[in-house]
């Protein structure tokens, strides 16, 4: 089956951001694709008041949850959504006072809310930048739960950017199955030239399994650089699709016939001695 990858440079305005969205996804030929993946915090990057947005989204009522179960609606295909802050956590209750969880979700090709998954590591980091000092916590609460769902491009881990960076994550991905890891991310473009395409190759490879990106790439009106290199890795760690910076749209093949050869080739899960 084929999938897209829509790269960004969202906006701190939510109302810009879904504007842009809306005319990437226009880009995409629904019709011959299985399933769209958008960046980490694809309707917002940079706004000064996440909790705000997160409190919006409390239900499924919200803005951008309504962006995304009608744009799911009109393509036809499942939509791996990027992140989102969201002011309540999966059981219901509220996050802590003026934070939000980074929430991954999954809508099926008739809008259904399909899965959650809320990003575990906090980028809490200082970076040789313009930016200098990351501190997701000050905002952020980290997810607690692994997340996987079955779609129409096989069992999918979902995860977000820095977990990337968490090898144990995805080996317990892996574990339970995963065939393709959704990684949405906002690299920094400091930290993304040094690692980011050798950590996409290194998840696909340990675990024979696809490693898909869809990134925020650019200058953004919050002052932030991203690296962009949208990227999809298969499971033999070859790069199949990538884009460069600025926004884009791209497409790759994915072949689970391919990678259940592979893994009965080199059967890496039962050969574990640790």
Known sequence: MRIALIQMVSSRSVE????????????????????????????????????????????????????????????????????????????????????VRAASLVFDQNGNEVSRYDKMHMFDVDVADNHGVYRESNIFEHGVDLKLVDGPCGRVGLSVCYDIRFSELYLSLFKQGAELFAIPSAFTETTGQAHFELLMRARAVESFTYSVAACQGGVHDSGRRTHGHSMVVNPWGDIIAEAGRGEAVITANIDLEELRLIRAKMPVLEQRRI
């Not at 809306?22 to 917002?44: C, K, Q, S, T």
């Not at 179960?69 to 003026?98: E, H, Q, Y």
């Open 16 to 99: 810009l951001s879904l504007d842009t969205a809306a005319r990437l996804l226009a880009e995409v030929d629904h019709g011959a694709v299985a399933a769209i993946f958008l960046p980490e915090n694809f309707a917002a990057l940079g706004s000064e008041d996440p909790y705000q947005i997160g409190i919006r989204e409390r239900d499924e009522s919200g803005p951008i949850r309504s962006f995304l179960r009608d744009a799911a609606r009109r393509a036809g295909c499942w939509i791996f959504a990027g992140t989102m802050p969201l002011a309540n956590r999966p059981d219901g209750s509220p996050t802590a006072p003026g934070k």
